[in-house]
Every structure is written in C-alpha cells, then in structure tokens.
C-alpha cells in the first residue's frame, strides 16, 4: 500500500537532513541526559527544612551602662600581679605556668587539635602511593583464563605507584579542614583560659596566706595581752583586789588564744600544701613559701567600651566563637555530603606471572578514570547528621552567649564587690583605732586598780574582732582586685577579633 507524502520530495529531504543532523543528534542526547538527572536529583536525598535560627549575642544587646560605667581605666597588663609589689607571687606564678601539669594537658589538646588539622588539610591535597605485592596462586580452569595457564601454579609480580585526587566541588574537604583549623584557634584560647585560671588560683591561694599570716600576728598579740592580763591579775590577787575566779578566767583566756595561734599555723601549712599542688611540685615546696608581702590595694577604675572591647580580651568568649564557627563549618561539611563526590585515580606500574617478563615493557599496567559516588537513599542519616550539626551549632551559640553574659556579670560583680568593701574598709579602720584606743585606756585603769579584769577582757575582744575584721576586708579586697583582673582577662588579647562567619 503506497501513502503519497504531505510534503513535497524536497521539504521531506530537508527534514530527513534536520532530524539526523549531527547538532540535533546532541541537543537531544543533552536533553535526555538532563532529564534523566534531573529525575535522578530529585529523589536523591537533601537537607530541606533543616535549618537553624540562633545568634550569637551581639555586647549591645546586654544591659550594661549602669553596671560597667567607663571610666577612663587600663586593661590588665599580662604581668599584673606585679601590682601587689611581691616579687615572690610573680615567680610563683612564672614556675606554675612553666611545669604544671594542668599546663601541660592544655598543651597536649593543643598538639591534639593541630595534628587533626594537618590531617584535615591532607584531604585536600592529591594522595600518591606505591606498592608491591607477590602472590602465589593456582589459576582456575573454569573461566576466561587461557590454557597455556589455567590449571597452573604461578607466581604473580605487581608493582603499582597510584595518585588519586577529590575534586571537593562543593568544598566538603575545604570546610573540613577549616573547621579543624577554627578547634585549633578554640584549643589555644582554652590554653590561656587554663594559665589564667591557674595564675588567679595562686593568687588567691597566696593572698589567702596573707590573710592568715596577718591573723597569726594577731593572735600572737593576742596572747601577749592574755599574758600581760594574767600577770597583773596575779598581783591583784596576791593583793586581795581579785579573787582566784578573775585568775583563772585569765588563765582560761590565754589557753583560748594559744588554742587559736595553734589553729592558724595549721591553716597556714595546709594552705602551703595548696600552692604546692598549684605549682606541680608537691606539698614539700609549699614549706619552702616565705611569709607573703603583699603590697597596699590600687584605685580601680573600668575602662572604657569595655563590653564590645571583652570579646577579645577573655579567653574563654574567644574560645566560644571559635566553637561556633567550628561547628558552622562543620554544617557546611554535612550539607556537602548531599551532593556527588567525583575523584580521580590513575595508576601505572608491572604485573605479570614470574619473574622473567617482569621488568619487561609488555608487562605495564595502566589505568585512569572519574569515580563518582551520588547519595540517593540512604535511610535518612545524611538528615540525621545534618541535624546533629545543626544542634551542635546551637549548643555554641548557647554557650558563647552564656558565656559573654556571665563575663560581664563577672566583671560587675568583683567591681560591686570592690566599692562595697572599700566602704567598708573605711568604718572598720575608724572602729578599730577606737577600740584599740578603748583597750589601752582599759588596761592602764586596771594596772591601776581603777576597773576590773571584765573590763579589760570586753575591751580585748572588741579590739580582736575590729583588728581582724580590718584584716580580713584587706585581704578580701585585694583578692577581689584579683578577681577582677581574671575577668577582664589577664592581659590577654586574641589575634583575631572579628566575629565568626555564621553563614550556613
């Protein structure tokens, strides 16, 4: 049966020529293919609808105007415990961080995290290896292998080099390494938030020791009073103006201040033991502390944008960003994971049975080509790890600003407590000078036979509760100027401030 053309002869060869072009043949293959990945990306897996909305705490977004005036102040230097004018804390605190042990498990992370990072930065870089091999086998008779050979015992000689090389398209290897390189940086700021922290530790520790050294010369006085109280009411016993009652209550007295001398030097050796511990050295070098001579307390004054200025200046918020950004690398790296990984690999080298036509040219291997690894299905746990990233991302971001709060806090907190006790230091300096006063009135009149011991004794534990009370706020005040100096971060002072790129 013949069906006559719609077209004429010469459109029907112009068509004939247009549909077996070799262009048309191309735009259709392209089409084909790009139908055929489109089909296959869209049931692959992907990290729709996982996604986090938390950000990090910006200084401007914390009250803190009335808490943290500025004040025109200094930073701490990094030597500032040199301001207590005791050159005996400074070298205590130089050995601690030259041998402690907690200083050397800050430097092992350290070492930890820039190994890993090196490792990280491996990935990056094309991998070339070598290797040979020798294998004794018996070659089946069942399968493609020639007669000359199958059924054969034989010695096989390989001698492969092979370069392989991740193209990291979407940059999996990239963020990785950058990542590894952010835990470096955390690392290093967890460092110094270790020597800090172990500084103001000895600081503490030894102005601690101060305070009892001064207590101890107290109760030392104390004694000699209780002494000079029973000498005298001897001789008024002796004189009929006391009784054996006042003589043994000045006796009992004195036991109960010997009782405290005793207590104190105790205190005293077990905060030695301390500072030993601190230094890594053991109890037996805390003995070898000479007494503390701790200078006067300075003025304090804040300085200025000390809140945006903090960010930097404290190890610990310095360590809290670089978590941060760490683990948004680490959501970038997840997110790669999504898409397909190409590598390439070629190898050359010599195989062949025996010995004899090893080294021979016929015996060269050569092999080159794209592998690629496409993630389809895959049960979810692309989308599990991506969400696991996404909450550790959360959890430092949480961290970081807990972590700036409790800083400021911190730092408002020892300033409170420094204007409140220099306050307090000045009504207790006016009520020992009083009671003082009132104690050496006492105790003429009772040399004199013009009061009794009862007096002498109420005026003696006044002027002990104000001599300590006076003590115990100098000491307390300069172990808060300690404090304060740890908050403002000790003289640190990151190299990098810039805030951590939370793009995701």
Not at 92 to 109: N, Q, T, V, W, Y
Not at 309 to 324: E, K, Q, T, Y
Not at 470 to 498: N, S
Request: glycine share 6%; proline share 4%; aromatic share 6%.
């Amino acid at each position: 049966m013949h069906v006559q053309s719609l077209y004429p002869p010469h459109q029907l060869m112009s068509r004939k020529m247009v549909w077996q072009s070799p262009q048309a043949k191309q735009r259709a293959t392209l089409l084909a293919l790009s139908t055929i990945v489109a089909a296959v990306l869209a049931g692959c897996a992907n990290y729709a609808g996982i996604h986090s909305d938390k950000e990090m705490a910006l200084p401007t977004q914390i009250a803190t105007a009335q808490s943290l005036p500025s004040e025109g102040g200094h930073w701490p230097a990094t030597d500032w415990a040199s301001q207590f004018g005791d050159a005996q804390l400074k070298a205590l605190i130089d050995e601690a961080l030259a041998g402690s042990p907690s200083i050397d498990k800050a430097r092992a992370r350290i070492a930890a995290a820039v190994a890993f990072s090196e490792s990280a930065n491996a990935n990056t870089l094309p991998q070339v290896g070598a290797g040979y091999s020798w294998t004794r086998q018996r070659l089946t008779e069942s399968t493609f292998i020639p007669p000359a050979f199958a059924g054969t015992w034989q010695s096989e000689n390989k001698a492969i080099i092979s370069a392989s090389y991740e193209l990291d398209l979407w940059g999996k290897n990239r963020e990785a390494l950058r990542s590894a390189v952010s835990m470096v940086h955390m690392t290093e700021a967890e460092a110094e938030q270790v020597r800090l922290s172990l500084s103001q530790a000895i600081a503490r520790s030894y102005n601690e020791l101060a305070r009892l050294y001064a207590l101890l010369d107290i109760a030392r006085d104390e004694v000699t009073q209780r002494e000079e109280v029973l000498r005298v009411t001897r001789g008024r016993v002796r004189m009929g103006l006391d009784t054996a009652v006042e003589q043994q209550t000045a006796e009992a007295n004195l036991a109960a201040a010997q009782v405290s001398v005793s207590a104190l030097e105790g205190s005293i050796q077990r905060t030695r033991y301390q500072l030993g511990a601190l230094l890594g050295k053991g109890p037996d070098r805390g003995l070898a502390i000479a007494k503390p001579a701790l200078g006067g307390s300075e003025e304090i004054h804040l300085p200025d944008n000390l809140p945006a200025d903090l960010l930097a200046r404290r190890p610990d918020i310095v360590a809290a960003r670089w978590r941060v950004e760490a683990t948004t690398h680490d959501i970038k790296v997840a997110k790669a994971e999504f898409y397909p990984d190409i590598n390439l690999s070629a190898a050359i080298g010599l195989d062949a049975f025996g010995w004899g036509r090893f080294l021979h040219a016929a015996s060269r291997t050569v092999s080159a080509g794209p592998a690629i690894h496409l993630p389809i299905f895959d049960g979810g746990a692309l989308r599990a790890q991506l969400k696991g990233r996404y909450a550790d991302f959360d959890f430092a971001v949480a961290n970081y600003n807990d972590t700036l709060i409790q800083a400021l806090t911190d730092v408002a907190t020892q300033l409170s407590d420094i204007r409140s006790v220099d306050a307090q230091i000045i009504n207790a300096v006016r009520t020992d000078e009083a009671a003082q006063r009132a104690l050496n009135l006492a105790m003429a009149q009772y040399r004199a036979g013009l009061t009794t011991q009862l007096t002498v004794l109420n005026a003696q534990t006044t002027a002990l509760a104000s001599s300590q009370t006076v003590t115990t706020l100098r000491m307390q005040r300069r172990d808060r100027q300690i404090a304060l100096a740890a908050a403002l971060g000790g003289g640190y002072t990151a190299d990098d401030t810039q805030s951590a790129d939370t793009t995701r």
